[in-house]
């Protein structure tokens, strides 16, 4: 399993830099610096003003406060897979010798190619806010995905507005010109390549149905800068989700739903470090939305560890919602066997989106999803091999499912002829 | 454990018709054609007005998406062990020869025996409509259980006064009627066997005591047909509820709570695959009742996997709650395993009414029950043996109680002398 | 790690008669009790007014309901381990000779150290009422630990107010008192060696930033004990617990919140068996109190077993949240492992605050820490040595900080100059 090709349907990679040229890309990512700073590190330790060298030797000293975790095995793992790091623990003492064997700003693309190489990569989607200009990549490898957090959450600040004109090249002044320019980016992500669109959510919402004629003052006056009452601002943000998945319909693209976190709970935390959720949240909020879409392929992940049991449940009743991943404050392998060992006993394998990486760098995509197989193998081991008497092949055939050709096929691109949401 | 007999709590089994004499009614399950139909089979290949054998060969074109599943388990060891089907799975090619296999149309109640014996039942609790002549059979092997969720969701409905009426013999116009009524169906019932009394319930009911004066004019209202406000339903459910709850006390009759379904939130799913949830729900919702009860046994499941916990410290505390089972979404061995253990480590054994099947066909109920006494024998070796120290005898006689003795003794029957809830 | 010291960072230990002089001081726990009566003994059979000997007597009659439970292995092990009883169970036939043995009254405080050396105690915090005079026995050994449920919950009885004055010699009339009063209360404790503040908070209680201003009048009429309206009271108790939180800030003290509980569910239980919870609780509602008080170490547990997971997200983020031990309803081998397991995985180890035994009487610590320490001698087994591949060496270094390292430095006492809310 661990030689598998790595089919990544979700991360936050960025395609004119994906691996890291210097070991503070891999130290900054914020898994890292939030636990340092949660063990008593001072944020400024890590400030973005500083000099990499710097950063990453800071960081260094509170690096065994944290080394028994999970997310510090990653650490490790790209320190001696990509570089040859041959110590045990990354200290103030080693750090030098691995900033050193990390430094590839010479080496430019050539390394971005190794580690894709290396790592078995076979498509990595991308999180494109929608006025990404998609130019200067190769759109089969860097998969775009259309992120619309901005245009759901933030379409009452009249910068978004702006944005979405620049980008649409629709002279956005009422509802109607919102649903052009929207179709209108749809249309360019499409035509790049684009094969998601996606979206994470707050605990607070609950999509409804949009009345158009509801929504046309609240978005007037949005559109025009205006002060907006909490109930049209809720409006617009209905009116605008229930917009964007009219589109998935048209376009046929899958709908990544990512439901649960709060931002800048912490708002003094270190960047990337500041978010959490409220875990009294229900997918039973998302009925009307499951009902409606009924084409629309919804892969699904929710953040509060305890709430994954219900998405086996939504995910076991309609057709078009799909487990996706293990995410965030989830995707620990005490919550993952957990879920997994769930999602595999009582959903049907072709639903199954195994998992995603989220990361921010591609060394980040074989750790991680090291660490995932290893859960799915042990699970599959204990839970099907020895408990029901299932041969070798057989599990692997339900691995190969939920890792690769589920995800490819859910994901397939449009134009696809599905004869239902998980695509088959 | 796997030879010993089974006390089946709760089932659907119509004492009619108990075993299926065609394998569609196997395949009509909720549980294959909501899988199927969530794996992307469109509900009307199984659509009630088809032919028995299409409707099963449909199925069987979808049972590869869902043949990793434990609720496919249960259908295999039906073919296998009752139908000597030798192939390892059910596809559009093995289904003719299993239909056929299967077909027990010409045995009559000869077939229904002939499983009852080779499942090694004991006694089978029905679900009988508050309106059902329970007329027709033995009621010692297949015992009555009063439904009680019409007399309480749907006392605002026409229909449900007329069938009352017509039941129970007395002319109900107010709410006095109603409890006469109420009455006259417990006597019916307990006199041909009754041994408990059920009801399934909404995330959002929360019982409160019954003041018969605020409830008169709603319920008047009711009766008459008139239109309601939804606090007047609101205390309709209440009122009828306690009502409910009264006579259990009275009758001493167990009233077994299911907690957590909310009907038909999938309109357009299969029969049977409409029901979901919300998981934000409380015992604490319900303190009143089991305070003012303290008689009355209350076998309690809940529908949400992650509310387990919270039923372990309620069934700890209140001597009237009685953890029951691991009911529909949940019943899957990853949360039963969980749950149980902690059901075991923190209760007192002889409040555990280990489980029961659900089941419309006795065909289900070995399965079923097998993968029970599977994750039950796993957590005792496990927990109690292995880290304990118990020995086996140990462990077989917490089980014993788990699954015979507490359900044999809880819902043992009216007219007993019980000193406390659990019927010690 | 059974050889190790125990270091309790929170019991309810009498410090003037910390062990049990006779074996009804340990089977009243009340998690016999509630069992018990849970079981189906009636509250009466353990009356306080009963004589120890008969009390206990009573209790061995129904213990064989209760002897398949975790809490039952603690009293079997303090039957054995300190009082060499040599028999499987304790039966009415058994319980004679087991009183025997455990009858220590003659013994006097020679016990109380001789339970003290063979469990290997370092430190016990107690539980101190704020008018505790706190005199009397070595606060080194048995910590003072300043409870302050009353002075949040409770001041608006006019009781709490006049035990206020008595316990500070301030006479409180007005906010400006009460903070005095409470200064004083901290000066005093701290002097006497306290190590920490708790409370524990219900599910409804959302603490709020105090506004003095807002909070004068509703603080006045409770002080001179007049009718308070719903929000008064709401007032009151949060004015209150920041007030709490700026003396914590102030003297460097812990504060320990405890979160979950509603007191008197099941009035009609047995002494300290009435208490429950609602699992519908966030620590999101807390946000605004780590925001503001980030040099306070807040050791947080939570009730509700499947509102761990949560957590271990703001233990996560926030440097000042530590989680501490497995509590109450969540203090039960199923749940300590998966939420142990998940906190080992994904939290800086120099966080995590063990566990603590809630314990009333000496004999109970080291039964309850063994039992903890089993699971997570399990846990760092399978998960760290055989998963990840970590020494012996590295899983004992975790584990003992976990135990003694991490609980000795949180818990340093007052003066410490700590850079960090772990005190690092």
């Known amino acids: 399993m661990a030689r598998w090709p790595i089919f990544d349907p979700h991360t936050h990679i960025d395609p004119h830099r994906p691996a890291a040229r210097h070991f503070d890309e891999v130290l900054g990512y914020h898994y890292y610096t939030e636990l340092a700073h949660s063990a008593g590190m001072p944020a400024d330790r890590v400030a973005p003003e500083l000099e990499p060298d710097t950063r990453a030797r800071n960081l260094a000293e509170y690096l065994d406060r944290i080394d028994s975790t999970v997310q510090y095995s990653w650490l490790l793992e790209i320190a001696r897979t990509f570089h040859r790091f041959a110590h045990d623990r990354i200290t103030p003492r080693t750090i030098g010798e691995l900033l050193e064997r990390a430094d590839h700003r010479q080496d430019g693309e050539a390394w971005d190619r190794e580690v894709w190489a290396a790592s078995r990569l076979e498509a990595v989607f991308l999180t494109n806010e929608f006025d990404d200009p998609l130019e200067g990549w190769d759109t089969s490898a860097y998969v775009p995905c259309l992120r619309t957090?901005?245009?759901?959450?933030?379409?009452?600040e009249?910068?978004?507005?702006?944005r979405l004109r620049a980008a649409s090249g629709v002279d956005v002044q009422d509802y109607a010109g919102l649903r052009k320019a929207i179709g209108a980016l749809f249309e360019k992500f499409l035509g790049r390549g684009a094969r998601?669109?996606?979206?994470?959510?707050?605990?607070?919402?609950?999509?409804?149905?949009?009345?158009?004629?509801?929504?046309?003052?609240p978005m007037r006056k949005a559109i025009h800068g205006m002060d907006l009452r909490p109930d049209e601002r809720e409006e617009i943000r209905c009116a605008a989700f229930w917009t964007l998945a009219e589109f998935c319909a048209e376009f046929r693209l899958p709908?990544?739903?990512?439901?649960?976190?709060?931002?800048?709970v912490y708002p003094d935390g270190v960047a990337g470090g500041r978010d959490l959720f409220d875990r009294r949240v229900s997918l039973h909020d998302y009925r009307e939305l499951f009902n409606h879409f009924r084409e629309v392929a919804f892969p699904v992940s929710t953040l509060s560890p305890d709430a994954a049991a219900e998405l086996v449940a939504y995910a076991w009743i309609f057709p078009n919602v799909l487990p996706m991943g293990h995410w965030w404050y989830a995707n620990v392998p005490a919550f993952i066997?957990?879920?997994?060992?769930?999602?595999?006993?009582?959903?049907?394998?072709?639903?199954?989106l195994g998992y995603y990486s989220d990361a921010y760098k591609l060394e980040f995509i074989a750790p991680k999803f090291n660490m995932y197989r290893r859960v799915l193998a042990d699970v599959l081991a204990e839970d099907a091999i020895r408990g029901r008497g299932w041969s070798i092949d057989q599990a692997l055939d339900v691995a190969r499912m939920v890792l690769l050709e589920n995800p490819r096929r859910v994901f397939a691109g449009s134009g696809r002829a599905a004869s239902s949401p998980a695509g088959i």
């Open 255 to 264: 709908f990544d739903l990512m439901i649960g976190p709060i931002r800048n």
């Open 158 to 162: 009249p910068r978004t507005i702006e």
């Open 149 to 156: 957090d901005d245009l759901v959450l933030k379409l009452h």
């Open 196 to 217: 998601a669109c996606a979206i994470s959510l707050p605990p607070d919402f609950a999509p409804r149905r949009a009345t158009p004629r509801r929504a046309v003052t």
């Open 337 to 352: 066997a957990q879920d997994l060992r769930a999602r595999l006993q009582a959903l049907p394998k072709v639903k199954l």
